[in-house]
């Protein structure tokens, strides 16, 4: 008969430790996103969410599993708002736009108060060395295989030109969205959205078998 008390408590406890970490992590994208990922203290986390530091540093051995950890939330996140929303678009040009488009949206809506996390994070990171780099490296080969699948998959379905050089083409979208990310939380204006919507539409119509079966122009949000 203890077994059966002590098991519901147990339950609580840790339903109340994955509260408390979703939690954590939430308010740890969201200030590395401004302030840096070398931003995050585990005390400061603590005291801003009103936490025992001792139940924070529990979850988190480490600043750099604090770190670690962040990147996969916010790949989490990134993956809720840019890539699941496309999923089961049929293939084709269209679904390359969308993609795009809702890039751009995650960018301009601040899903992240510092714009694109990764964007920030790899600034951050990419000369150094060590499992944060690695991790911050491995999430944008992802995102970039992702959106290279996206345009193969167009490719394959007659919409996209065969003769179209996919990872240039890829390279070109990619440095349309960063720009846009960092001229609008540089600037704190989102003009450069529709700029870089139009430029990408401009490059996908240039590799597009029915150019006109993409929109003339992107919708102001």
Known sequence: MGTDVAAPHNDRRVERGNRTRRLVLRRAVDVASVEGLEGLSLGRLAGELELSKSGVFALF???????????????????EHVIEPVRDLPPGLGRLWQVCAGWLGY??????????????????FDAREGKVH????????????????????????????????????VFELAAFLEMANAESVL??????????????????????????????RPRSQ
Not at 108 to 124: H, I, Q, T
């Open 61 to 79: 051995g480490s600043k750099e599993d604090l770190q670690l950890a962040a990147v996969r939330a916010a790949t989490k996140i990134f993956a």
């Open 107 to 124: 960018s301009r809506e601040r899903v992240f108060p510092g714009g694109c996390f990764f964007y920030s994070a790899a600034a951050e």
């Open 134 to 169: 690695d991790a911050l490296a491995e999430a944008r080969t992802g995102w970039f295989a992702f959106l290279e699948q996206v345009a193969r998959d167009a490719q394959k379905s007659g919409e996209m030109a065969a003769d179209a050089e996919v990872p240039q083409l």
């Open 187 to 216: 600037h704190d204006e989102i003009t450069c959205y529709d700029k870089a919507a139009n430029a990408i539409l401009n490059r996908l119509r240039g590799v597009a078998t029915d150019p006109s079966a993409l929109p003339e």
